[in-house]
């Protein structure tokens, strides 16, 4: 069965330095998303992305974020300075349509120190 | 402000009891919801997906969901203890361009 695939699994940075974790989705789906979710809590919606913009974005999701698809199949989330509050477990997802499911990736646990 | 709301729990059943989970949701545009099971330290994994009003079962899993209450539920059948673990709803944005999800309902079933 077709998967979401995070890179790295873990990733360790100083505050203030620039991170970025990569997806890739589901070949045949057009819809991408990153949530993230600090440990012990909700899972928290980031950002969609469809036909090469965003469709949406959440309060969470200011300057200091963005994202990319750089070629036909990866989709990268960027944190330009982190903080120790970017600590969290960050999951990569994708779908086929509006409305269908989403499939998520492993994750990739960011450790802001 | 789009809000799902579920009781954190814990629900603790016995095995072979039905567990009830619940979850209410504020947006009355949305149209599709979701529920999904999540390990400690894993991803969410999709359960079942409900779309119109009424019942929907997949094995021991039925999801329940009333528009007009905003409410959706998840009745699991049979529990095992392999079956704890948090259950997350989630709901489609009236817009379509998100899901939307609650903090989750761990579920315990002892043995």
């Known amino acids: 069965e077709p998967e979401v695939t995070q890179t790295p699994s873990h990733q360790v940075t100083q505050m203030g330095q620039e991170v970025i974790l990569r997806c890739v989705p589901i070949?045949?789906?057009?819809?991408f998303y990153w949530y993230r979710q600090i440990l012990g809590q909700k899972v928290e919606f980031l950002v969609s992305?469809?036909?090469?913009?965003?469709?949406?974005k959440s309060e969470i999701f200011d300057d200091q974020f963005s994202v990319e698809r750089p070629d036909g199949s990866n989709f990268t989330l960027k944190i330009r300075s982190t903080k120790l509050e970017d600590s969290a477990m960050y999951f990569c997802?994708?779908?086929?349509?509006?409305?269908?499911?989403?499939?998520f990736g492993n994750g990739t646990r960011l450790t802001v120190t | 402000q789009k809000e799902v709301e579920q009781n954190s729990g814990p629900l603790s059943v016995p095995e072979g009891a039905i567990a009830s989970l619940n979850c209410t949701y504020s947006?009355?545009?949305?149209?599709?919801f979701f529920w999904y099971r999540q390990y400690s330290g894993k991803s969410p994994e999709l359960i079942m997906s409900?779309?119109?009003?009424g019942d929907k079962e997949d094995g021991r899993f039925t999801a329940q969901l009333n528009k007009a209450s905003q409410y959706v539920s998840l009745l699991i059948r049979d529990s095992q203890p392999s079956d704890s673990a948090t259950y997350l709803c989630?709901?489609?944005?009236?817009?379509?361009?998100?899901?939307?999800f609650g903090k989750g309902t761990t579920l315990s079933v002892s043995s």
């Open positions: 409900i779309y119109s009003n």
């Open positions: 989630a709901v489609e944005s009236q817009a379509g361009t998100a899901l939307i």
């Open positions: 992305f469809y036909n090469n913009e965003i469709s949406e």
């Open positions: 947006d009355r545009g949305s149209q599709s």
């Open positions: 070949s045949n789906h057009l819809y």
């Open positions: 997802a994708s779908r086929d349509g509006m409305n269908s499911p989403l499939h």
